[in-house]
């Protein structure tokens, strides 16, 4: 009867290969090529971004705001526009009392500094993503099409994005938002956006006529795919990183255009409650009380900052000659 079992495995050397024997180095190193090669553009960024101090920090402060902003309840149970003017006109902050209702002071109409800096992160940060999605997407959807088209659509895209381009931003807020009597957070929004998407469809379209000649997308198209599946399976993943940049930073930027905008008195008004607004009236007592001006200005401006440290901190990581 023939023998059926399989003979082991042996070595260069003729003997067994057993469970004990060392891996031999070649194995280890394409193994280790190849786990090297399936690594994406975004997991390279995330390890990177982990050891980076810069973005932890700045993460760590927006995963603060944002909860801020979603539930001010767990931060204060003063009400913001609870106004005691008779007990507590300008009454300066009580430095030892953290996170009471007089720890920050009264403003002008006897209400809490505190807990009108708690709820007024909501309207703030509400702005800079709204605005950020919709210039995002307009942005991007422009871009695409003016970079993959070319041609005659190109060119009219392009010219009507020079057009927006060239109206000051904080100028055009201004004259749009002055023709709304009602200005809530979403006026304000759409009014930014309206202005704002002008710098992600340049990079957009830089980015997809970049991608477009890539090997990939000439295979695609000669295999007879539709433009729709070339744009978004092909095109739009590998031109999103520069994209995400530019809008992560652009994001700060659009709540100190909030707070510009509400400082002047073209943006947000009562009974909103904003950063921008309490910059507003904490400028009529900056001789008697300048911390009623002081304390919404800091915070503003640590809010930008937290974003533009996180849009540095992603630019940095996507981009492979900054590393």
């Known amino acids: 009867m023939p023998d059926n079992t399989a003979e082991p495995e042996k070595s260069v050397t003729g003997r067994p290969v057993t469970a004990k024997d060392p891996v031999p180095a070649a194995t280890v190193v394409e193994a280790g090529a190849s786990a090297a090669k399936a690594r994406s553009l975004w997991t390279d960024a995330w390890y990177d ?48 009392d953290f996170f009471s209702a007089d720890w920050l002071g009264y403003d002008g109409q006897g209400r809490s500094i505190y807990a009108r800096i708690i709820y007024g992160a909501r309207a703030s940060i509400l702005v800079g993503v709204g605005v950020t999605v919709m210039v995002t997407v307009l942005g991007t959807v422009i871009g695409m099409i003016a970079g993959y088209f070319g041609g005659w659509l190109d060119s009219l895209l392009s010219r009507i994005t020079d057009v927006f381009f060239g109206v000051p931003f904080l100028l055009g807020a201004l004259v749009v938002l002055t023709t709304f009597e009602n200005r809530t957070v979403w006026v304000v929004i759409v009014a930014l956006a309206f202005l704002g998407w002008t710098s992600i469809a340049r990079v957009a379209r830089g980015a997809v006529i970049t991608v477009k000649q890539a090997d990939y997308v000439v ?3 000669a295999l007879g795919a539709p433009t729709s599946r070339i744009l978004y399976r092909h095109i739009l993943p590998n031109a999103l ?4 940049v530019v809008a992560t930073i652009a994001l700060g930027g659009y709540i100190a255009a909030e707070a510009t905008l509400s400082f002047l008195g073209v943006g947000l008004a009562e ?37 533009l440290m996180f849009g540095d901190a992603v630019r940095n990581a996507l981009d492979p000659k900054l590393r």
């Open 219 to 221: 295979a695609a198209k």
């Open 241 to 244: 990183a520069p994209i995400i």
């Open 49 to 96: 971004l982990r050891r980076r101090p810069m973005f932890l920090v700045s993460s760590a402060l927006i995963v603060l705001l944002v909860v801020m902003s979603v539930a001010p309840g767990l931060f204060t149970n003063a009400s913001p526009r609870d106004a005691d003017l008779a007990a507590h006109y300008l009454q300066p902050p009580h430095w030892g």
């Open 271 to 307: 009974p909103t409650v904003s950063w921008g607004v309490d910059v507003s009236t904490g400028r009529q007592q900056l001789r008697n009380a300048p911390f009623t001006l002081i304390i919404p200005s800091v915070m503003v401006s640590i809010t930008v900052l937290s974003f």
